[in-house]
Structure formats: structure tokens, C-alpha cells
């Protein structure tokens, strides 16, 4: 089993920073890949960002330029820099992890709200 435990959320106004950080615990050896997801009332759930084992990076189209996701593997932890906020930003922020290397992500931690003001 994998825990994942996201913290850093919080509300902001735009323009400013966050940054998130996921860690994780338990069975992570065999992790592929590490993702950060987001969901809005009434949205779709959006790819953010993900980060392979070798540190290779992809973005969303909407977060491109803004957001930088990174890994500390002495930590165990992944973060999601934020800069340059917006309102449509808002949203839970998820973390999830691949172990299967095919994109499927099944394990995931409990969100943390990032809310940014106008």
C-alpha cells in the first residue's frame, strides 16, 4: 500500500504563490510515476502535472509556464510549485501515484484546497 499526504493549500490572492507538497509512505519503491490532479465543483478532474522516476515532467496546457512539479527522493515528497496564480486556478489539488508505468493511477491522498481570490 501507498499513503499519500498533501499539505500547503490554502487561499491566496492572484498573482501570488503556493506551493504543495505530497508525501509519501508505505510501499513506494515500485512508484512510476507521481501526478498532481485537480477538481472544481461542477469540472472534470485535470491533469496538473506528473513527474516519472527519472524526473522526467508533463503539464497541463492551462498550468504550462506557471507551475513547476518537482521530487525530493531523500524526502519522499513532491511538490507543485505555483506561481502566478488565478481565480480559475481554485480547486482541490490531488496527489496521485502510478505504479504501473501505463498511466493508471491508483493511489491517491485526500486533497488540499488552494482558493485564489481576484
Known amino acids: 500500500q501507498v499513503q499519500l499526504v498533501e499539505s500547503g493549500g490554502g487561499l491566496v490572492q492572484a498573482g501570488e504563490s503556493l506551493r504543495l507538497s505530497c508525501a509519501a509512505s508505505g510501499s513506494i519503491f515500485d512508484i512510476n510515476t507521481m501526478a498532481w490532479f485537480r477538481q472544481s465543483p461542477g469540472k472534470q478532474r485535470e491533469l496538473v502535472a506528473t513527474?516519472?522516476?527519472?524526473?522526467?515532467?508533463n503539464y497541463g496546457d492551462s498550468v504550462k509556464g506557471r507551475f513547476t512539479i518537482s521530487r525530493d527522493n531523500a524526502k519522499n515528497t513532491v511538490y507543485l510549485q505555483m506561481n502566478n496564480l488565478k481565480p480559475e486556478d481554485t480547486a482541490v489539488y490531488y496527489c496521485?501515484?502510478?505504479?504501473?508505468?501505463?498511466?493508471?493511477?491508483?493511489?491517491g491522498g485526500q486533497g488540499t484546497q488552494v482558493t485564489v481570490s481576484s
Open positions: 513527474i516519472t522516476n527519472f524526473g522526467a515532467t
Open positions: 496521485n501515484a502510478d505504479k504501473s508505468g501505463w498511466g493508471v493511477y491508483g493511489y
